[in-house]
């Protein structure tokens, strides 16, 4: 793999993963094939950049926003679903960061049927239970289309989609989280951007780490005792 194209991964046809993917590549190949082409013309415009350019900033997704912008809404949402089948239970085995970033900057004309299908795919077992936990590797990119899904909604219709969001939070800050398997880039992935738009979506006035701090034994307990309930109505009264 590494000698066609120095890279820890391969493949000509979307979505490419590090591994073997979960399924079959998005048809017709003629558009996965161009996905790919894609996203790897941003992959060597970035890598043409100055390392302090590199550095200081995340890498623009010029090719692949162009590429989705001329597909019909439909046709987004279907990349979109396939995508997410690689990013499931808060992990994500895909390569794919520049057509996310695209799928998610591009209105795809959710409905709110498809947006439980996203956070489903994305949570998997993990958000079942009053007290979620399990592995973060990469759980703010398998978040990023149900987020970019939901936000499309008007805030009228989001109130049955809290759920899943108060469910990613008590994985993330919970007192069992498991954050990020090693040896995997994680810049890209924005994580204090993913919290922060988390938090947003539930109004809430309190940044938990700020108020149960981490190495605290009763910060602690109260994380573990309270689960998902740490970010409803009676304990923000609390």
């Given at each position: 793999?590494?000698?066609?194209?120095?890279?820890?991964?391969?493949?000509?046809?979307?979505?490419?993963?590090?591994?073997?993917?979960?399924?079959?590549?998005?048809r017709?190949?003629?558009?996965?094939?161009?996905?790919?082409?894609?996203?790897?013309?941003?992959?060597?415009?970035?890598?043409?950049q100055?390392?302090?350019?590199?550095?200081?900033?995340l890498?623009?997704?010029?090719?692949c926003?162009a590429?989705?912008?001329?597909?019909?809404?439909?046709?987004?949402?279907?990349?979109?679903?396939?995508?997410?089948?690689?990013?499931?239970?808060?992990?994500?085995?895909?390569?794919?960061?520049?057509?996310g970033?695209?799928?998610?900057?591009?209105r795809?004309?959710?409905?709110?049927?498809?947006?439980h299908?996203?956070?489903a795919l994305?949570?998997g077992?993990?958000?079942?239970?009053?007290?979620?936990?399990?592995?973060?590797?990469?759980g703010?990119?398998?978040?990023?289309?149900?987020?970019?899904?939901?936000?499309?909604?008007?805030?009228?219709?989001?109130?049955?989609?809290?759920?899943?969001?108060?469910?990613?939070?008590?994985?993330?800050?919970?007192?069992?989280?498991?954050?990020?398997?090693?040896?995997?880039?994680s810049?890209?992935?924005?994580?204090?951007?993913c919290l922060?738009?988390?938090?947003?979506?539930?109004?809430?006035?309190?940044?938990?780490?700020?108020?149960?701090?981490?190495?605290?034994p009763?910060?602690?307990?109260?994380?573990?005792?309270?689960?998902?309930?740490?970010?409803?109505?009676?304990?923000?009264?609390?």
């Amino acid at each position: 793999m590494w000698s066609r194209g120095g890279r820890p991964y391969s493949g000509r046809h979307f979505p490419r993963s590090w591994n073997r993917g979960s399924g079959e590549p998005l048809r017709p190949r003629s558009l996965s094939r161009a996905l790919v082409r894609a996203s790897r013309k941003d992959e060597r415009a970035w890598q043409r950049q100055p390392l302090k350019v590199r550095g200081d900033s995340l890498p623009p997704f010029d090719h692949c926003a162009a590429l989705v912008a001329g597909l019909a809404e439909d046709e987004r949402r279907r990349i979109a679903l396939r995508l997410q089948q690689e990013r499931a239970g808060l992990e994500a085995d895909d390569v794919e960061w520049y057509v996310g970033r695209a799928l998610a900057a591009t209105r795809c004309g959710w409905s709110p049927g498809q947006v439980h299908e996203l956070f489903a795919l994305a949570l998997g077992n993990v958000g079942n239970g009053p007290r979620p936990y399990g592995p973060w590797a990469h759980g703010e990119r398998a978040l990023q289309l149900p987020l970019a899904a939901l936000e499309e909604l008007p805030e009228s219709e989001r109130g049955p989609f809290l759920r899943y969001v108060r469910a990613a939070l008590a994985v993330r800050t919970g007192c069992r989280s498991m954050v990020r398997a090693p040896g995997r880039p994680s810049r890209l992935d924005e994580p204090e951007a993913c919290l922060s738009r988390l938090r947003a979506l539930l109004d809430l006035p309190y940044d938990v780490d700020d108020v149960l701090v981490r190495d605290d034994p009763f910060a602690t307990a109260a994380r573990c005792a309270l689960g998902t309930g740490l970010y409803e109505p009676p304990a923000r009264r609390f």
